[in-house]
C-alpha cells in the first residue's frame, strides 16, 4: 500500500523527463535515391582537332615552400607567428607548399587545398591529388590548416576564409599563374569555410567539392551520427541521444557553428565539380545534390558536374581511411583533372553532368533539428549536479573507508592492550551506525546503480568506436554486441532500481512512524532521540545520515540522467 504508490510516483517523474525531453525528430523520407544519367564517370569535353589537352603525367613536378604570417582577422602580419598555433597577438605561421608544372610555357590555372575537419598540414595532407594536378599543368598550393588558437568546435570559418584567400591572392601575384583561373578544392568541412570565401571573393573561377557537407552543421552532423548509429549496429534507443545532443543551443556557450548560414546561392555560383562516395557514411548525398542543383541554377550556373564513385568512402579513398597509403577510387583523380583542364579552358563538356553509381540516402535530412534553450539549461544543470553528487560521495565514502580503517586499528591495539592487563573489552566503535538494514539496502543500490550506469557507458563508447570506424571507411560489425542489448537491459534493470527505491523509501516511512517523527503531534523527543541517536532511523551517527543521503540523491540524480536521455520511454 506505501511502496506501490511511491514506485508510481517515481516512475511517473522519471517517464515524464524523458518525454519531456524529446526533441521532434523527422528522418522521413527513408531510402532516397537519385539515378545518374550514365555509370560511366569520364569527364569528356569538345577538343578541338588541333588541340592536346594536357592529363595526369604530362609534366614534372617542382615543389617549394613558402610560409605566410596570417592574423586571425586575415590580414598578413609582419610579426612572426608560430607554425600551426597563433602567437600572443594571434598570428599564425602558416607553411604554404606550392607545386608547378615544369617545362609548361605560359601562365597555368592553379588550385588551392582546403583541409577537412581536424589539423591538416602543408607535408601531410593532399600530397598525391595536388602533384597529380600539377603534372596536368596546375600550380597547387596546399597550405596549414588556419586554426589560430580555436578547436574543432568553436573553429572560426570566416577567419579560415579570409586566410585561404591570402593564398589565392599570393598564387594571383605569381607569374606562372593565370590570375584569372585560380580555383579551389574543398573537402568535408571546408566546403563551409568555401561558402564564405565565396562570398568574400568573386572572382575564384571554379571549385572543386569532395563529399561537400552542404546543410548547417547542426543539420549536417545529426544526419551523419543518426545514420551512423543505425549502420554501427547499435540499438535504437540510442538516437534518442542524438536528438538530444544536436538540439543543445551551443551559443549559450559562446559557440555559434551549429547554426551557420552556408548554403546560399553564391556559394555555388561558378563551375563546380561534385564528388561523392557510395561508401560515404557522413553526407546526405541525395538531398545534397539536389540542394547544389537548386542553390547553383538560381546564381544563373548550369555547370556543375556530379560524380559517384563505388566503394569510396568520405574522402574518396578505398578501404579504412585510418591506414596509410590508402588509394582514390579508380577513376576519380584522372575525371577530376579532365574537369578542371577542360572548364579552365573553356571547352563544351559532352559527358553527362550527373554520372557514376546511383546516389543514394538511407534517412531524411533531420532538417527540423533547432537549439532547444531550456532543455539544455536543464541538462547542464542535471549533469553538473549528477558529477558534484557523485564526487561527494566519492569523497565522502573514501573518508568513511579510512576512518573506518584508523577506528578499526585503534579498536584491535585498544582490545589486545584490555586482554593483557585483564580488563573489560572495549564496544567497537560505530562510524557509521546503520540501523534496520538502511547500511546494506544502500550498498547494494549504488552498486546495481553504477553497474547499470557503466553499461550505458560501455554501450555507448562501443557506438562512438563503430561511427569512427565507419567515418574511416571501415564495414560495420556483424556482431554489434553491448551497443545492441545494453538499452533494454538499462531500462528493465533501471525500473528494478526504481522498485528498490520505493522500498526503502517505504520501509524509511515505517521506521519514523514508529519512531513518531510523523504522528501529529510527533511523539515527544522524537527529533532529539533520532538526532542523538538513541532511537535512529537511518544511522546512530550524524556522519552515518549525511552519507546515507548524499549518496541517495546522488543515485537518484542517475536515474534522472538516464531520464534526460530518453531511457524511461518505452
Request: glycine share 8%.
Amino acid at each position: 500500500m506505501v511502496s506501490l504508490p511511491i514506485f508510481i510516483i517515481l516512475i511517473g517523474i522519471l517517464v515524464s523527463i524523458s518525454n519531456l525531453t524529446t526533441v521532434p525528430w523527422n528522418i522521413e523520407p527513408t531510402g532516397q535515391s537519385m539515378a545518374t544519367l550514365s555509370d560511366d564517370t569520364d569527364v569528356t569535353f569538345d577538343v578541338p582537332d588541333n588541340q592536346t589537352l594536357p592529363a595526369k603525367g604530362t609534366y614534372e613536378v617542382a615543389e617549394r615552400s613558402i610560409t605566410l604570417n596570417i592574423a586571425r582577422d586575415g590580414s598578413l602580419s609582419k610579426q612572426q607567428g608560430e607554425r600551426n598555433k597563433a602567437s600572443a597577438s594571434g598570428v599564425q605561421a602558416i607553411k604554404v607548399l606550392i607545386r608547378e608544372p615544369q617545362g609548361a610555357s605560359g601562365a597555368h590555372p592553379a588550385v588551392v587545398f582546403m583541409h577537412g575537419a581536424g589539423y591538416g598540414t602543408a607535408d601531410n595532407s593532399f600530397g598525391d591529388v595536388a602533384s597529380d594536378l600539377a603534372s596536368a599543368g596546375f600550380v597547387t598550393a596546399v597550405m596549414d590548416k588556419p586554426v589560430w588558437n580555436t578547436t574543432d568546435i568553436n573553429r572560426d570559418y570566416p577567419a579560415s576564409a579570409k586566410a585561404y584567400d591570402q593564398v589565392i591572392e599570393y598564387l594571383r601575384g605569381l607569374n606562372a599563374v593565370d590570375a584569372k583561373q585560380v580555383g579551389i578544392y574543398a573537402t568535408s568541412e571546408s566546403t563551409w569555410i568555401s561558402s564564405y570565401l565565396l562570398g568574400l571573393d568573386h572572382h575564384i573561377s571554379f571549385q572543386i567539392l569532395l563529399s561537400p557537407m552542404v546543410f548547417s552543421p547542426r543539420q549536417s552532423l545529426g544526419f551523419f551520427v543518426t545514420q551512423d548509429f543505425t549502420l554501427a549496429g547499435a540499438n535504437d534507443g540510442y538516437q534518442s541521444i542524438v536528438q538530444r545532443l544536436f538540439s543543445v543551443d551551443a551559443g549559450m556557450f559562446g559557440l555559434t557553428n551549429l547554426d551557420l548560414d552556408t548554403l546560399n546561392p553564391t556559394a555555388y555560383s561558378i563551375p563546380t565539380y561534385v564528388a561523392y562516395g557510395s561508401k560515404d557514411v557522413m553526407t546526405a548525398q541525395v538531398e545534397g545534390v539536389r540542394a547544389i542543383l537548386y542553390n547553383a541554377h538560381e546564381a544563373g550556373n548550369w555547370n556543375v558536374t556530379v560524380r559517384s564513385y563505388p566503394v569510396a568512402n568520405h574522402v574518396l579513398r578505398l578501404g579504412d581511411e585510418a591506414e596509410e597509403g590508402t588509394p582514390f577510387a579508380d577513376a576519380y583523380v584522372d575525371d577530376l583533372i579532365d574537369w578542371a583542364v577542360g572548364t579552365t579552358r573553356g571547352l563544351k563538356q559532352t559527358s553527362e553532368r550527373v554520372a557514376g553509381t546511383n546516389l543514394y540516402q538511407s534517412i531524411g535530412l533531420p532538417g527540423a533539428l533547432k537549439a532547444r534553450p531550456s532543455g539544455t539549461v536543464y541538462g547542464v544543470i542535471l549533469h553538473v549536479t549528477m558529477a558534484l553528487l557523485l564526487l561527494a560521495s566519492t569523497v565522502l565514502g573514501i573518508v568513511a573507508i579510512i576512518r573506518k580503517f584508523i577506528s578499526d586499528v585503534r579498536w584491535r591495539k585498544q582490545r589486545r592492550v584490555a586482554l593483557r592487563q585483564g580488563g573489560s573489552l572495549p564496544a567497537k566503535p560505530k562510524i557509521l551506525g546503520f540501523a534496520h538494514g538502511f547500511g546494506n539496502a544502500l550498498l547494494t543500490l549504488t552498486l546495481s546503480t553504477l553497474a547499470t550506469l557503466a553499461i550505458f557507458f560501455a554501450g555507448l563508447g562501443q557506438v562512438v568506436m563503430g561511427v569512427v570506424k565507419l567515418a574511416w571507411g571501415s564495414a560495420p560489425t556483424e556482431t554489434p554486441g553491448v551497443m545492441y542489448w545494453s538499452w533494454p537491459v538499462i531500462q528493465v534493470v533501471s525500473i528494478m532500481v526504481v522498485w528498490a527505491w520505493s522500498r526503502v523509501f517505504m520501509r524509511l516511512i515505517e521506521v519514523a512512524w514508529h519512531r513518531g517523527l510523523i504522528q501529529w503531534p510527533p511523539r515527544k523527543d522524537a527529533v532529539k532521540n533520532i538526532i542523538t541517536g538513541q532511537e535512529p532511523v537511518l544511522a546512530s551517527t550524524r556522519f552515518g545520515r549525511i552519507l546515507f543521503w548524499l549518496v541517495t540523491f546522488a543515485m537518484l540524480y542517475v536515474l534522472l540522467f538516464f531520464a534526460f536521455w530518453g531511457l524511461f520511454i518505452y
